[in-house]
Structures are given as C-alpha cells and as structure tokens.
C-alpha cells in the first residue's frame, strides 16, 4: 500500500496490546509496518473504559461509539489515498452498551455469567449488535461528508460467529466449527467510481470465500497489483482451494469442510462424523452422515492422497 501512495491507520476498541507464546503483541506488528496513526483502548483513560467482565486486557475496551467518534475526528483531515482499519469490539464478550442501546431485554446483570439461561446473554448479543451497526452509521456519515464515500471500497466483516448452545458445547467462539461460529456477515460497499467492482462482484455472490478473499478483492477492486504470496482470490474469482476448510482447536478437535450445499464436519477426538445438506438444514440438525456413504467418503481425510480426487462436486438428485 505504501508504494502505491496510501496512508494507513488503525482505530480499535480493543486493547492491543496482547500476544500470545511466541507472538508479539498485535499492536508491536501495527507498529513494526510503519502505520502511521494507531489509536485503541490503551490510549484511553481508565474513566472511559468499560468494567467488563474481567480486567484482563483482551477484554478491556472502550465503547465503540469512542472509537468512531475517534476515527472520525481523523478523517477531518485525511486525504485520500489511505488504508483504514476500524475495529469495533461490542460483540466480544461481555458485550457492554451504554443503556440506549438496551432494547432486547433482559440481558443479565454484571459480571455476566458463562453457563444457562442463554436467552438473557443472546440478548446482550443483539444489543451489541445493535451498538456496532449504529457505529458503523456514524462512519460512513463522516466518509460521505468529507467526499471521500463514493471513492471508497469499503468491507464490513467479522473474524467469527457466536454461540449460546445451539450443538450440545457449542457455545461462545473457538468452541465448534458449526454455522454460528464460522459463517460471518461479509458485506461490501463500492463507491460510484467502483462501478465496475460491483457488477463483478454480483458475479462472484455464489462462492464459497472465507476472510482470506477480502484483502485480494479490496486490491483488485481498487487498482493495486495483487502479489503472488496471496493465498485468497477476488470475490469474483476462482479459488484454487479443493474446498474451504475451517479448524477448530480448543476443548475438543474439529475439522470442518464445505463443497457446495455439503458441509463435512469431523470430531477427531471421538471419531464422529457429520454431513449436513446447508440449502435444506441451515441449522445443523439433521445428520445425514449415514445416508450419504459417497459423499463421506469424498470428504473423508483418512483416505490418501492418492485415493482422492481432491475436489467433489455432488450431482443434483
């Protein structure tokens, strides 16, 4: 981005500043590619920081309408072109939001508990939800009063679902690897001088993309040689991918697979296997691992290489 003239900046809800194992922390990796203005909750004063549900700092932030109100005070002055991140935190556990935005009721008290009844914390949930689309208002308000929206290619996205028990321990995120936690909102906007961008993406609606696809369809919709050391492609491309595989590792190993309307998950741990037909199940409730021996068997890791074909299209019956 840099050689191509962009300034780049990042606002964030979240403290930055953490790591794990060998990882520096996040806001160390900002810092090490020269991004030249980065503002997150550690740069806020303890008044303004939410009580959250424990003091660690993954779960320390500060409201998200701070951070928009942050990020438009910059773009007062910015001149195009530049590179924006904002990254709102509202929907991250525990799901703090001042009191207007409290419409699906009751949602319990703090600090919010992490076992049953689900309903009151899936209304804290959609209340945050709430917050970060009104957040997400005031952005777009600001980009379109300084000139800058109808130039702008905009994503709006997630880096994963959430939970409240709808698969027996499917709760939360990093637990499971049904819809809930690994199907995100992927939403893009093209300015009117990114006509082109738009039509193509119409095109590419139908494919299967994961977080990957983003930055290669911002690039190519944009302008910007994409390098060969990106994994994803466009939207509107192909994926060189056999299928998309999604992992999950914490309480217990799962490994998941979509091709089409199929989605293949796997318990590794208790060798049990799912089969879901997505257009007809979007919930995840009918296993059709059993009926379905050849579609299984398509899917099945324990075969070899040699055995597999490597990419299953299913007849339409």
């Known amino acids: 981005l840099k050689s191509y003239g962009y300034k780049s900046a990042i606002f964030s809800s979240m403290d930055l500043r953490w790591g ?16 030249e203005k980065i503002f997150h909750a550690a740069d806020v004063g303890e008044e303004f920081r939410h009580p959250g549900f424990s003091k660690t700092i993954y779960n320390y932030g500060v409201d998200d309408g701070f ?5 438009n005070k910059w773009l007062e002055n910015a001149k195009s072109p530049f590179f924006l991140i904002v990254h709102f935190h509202s929907t991250h556990y525990s799901y703090e939001v001042p009191e207007k935005f409290v419409v699906f009721k009751p949602v319990p008290k703090l600090p919010f508990r992490s076992a049953p009844p689900w309903t009151p914390m899936l209304n804290a949930y959609d209340n945050a939800i709430f917050r970060v689309d009104d957040a997400v208002r005031e952005v777009f308000e600001k980009l379109e009063s300084k000139n800058h929206l109808e130039n702008s290619v905009i994503a709006i996205t997630a880096d994963h679902g959430e939970s409240f028990d709808e698969h027996p321990g499917s709760y939360y995120h990093m637990t499971s690897v049904y819809e809930t936690q690994v199907r ?16 193509l993406l119409e ?13 290669p ?101």
Request: a positive charge; zero cysteines.
């Open 184 to 199: 995100v909102p992927l939403l893009f906007y093209f300015g009117k001088k990114n006509s082109k961008a738009k039509v």
């Open 217 to 317: 369809t911002l690039f190519k919709s944009s302008g910007i040689r994409l390098s060969k050391e990106f994994e994803g492609a466009p939207i509107w491309g192909t994926s060189s991918k056999s299928y998309e595989k999604m992992i999950s590792y914490h309480f217990r190993p799962k490994y998941a697979a979509r091709s089409g309307k199929w989605k293949y998950i796997q318990e590794m741990d208790i060798h049990k296997t799912h089969l879901y037909d997505l257009e007809s199940d979007p919930n995840e409730k009918n296993n059709l691992a059993k009926q379905f021996p050849e579609i299984i068997s398509a899917f099945d890791l324990s075969q070899s290489n040699e055995n597999r074909t490597g990419k299953y299209s299913p007849k339409k019956k």
């Open 20 to 35: 794990s194992g060998w990882q520096k922390q996040v806001l160390d990796y900002f810092k090490d590619e020269g991004v």
């Open 203 to 215: 095109e590419g609606k139908n494919r299967i993309t994961g977080l990957v696809d983003i930055m």
């Open 67 to 71: 951070t928009a109100s942050a990020v």
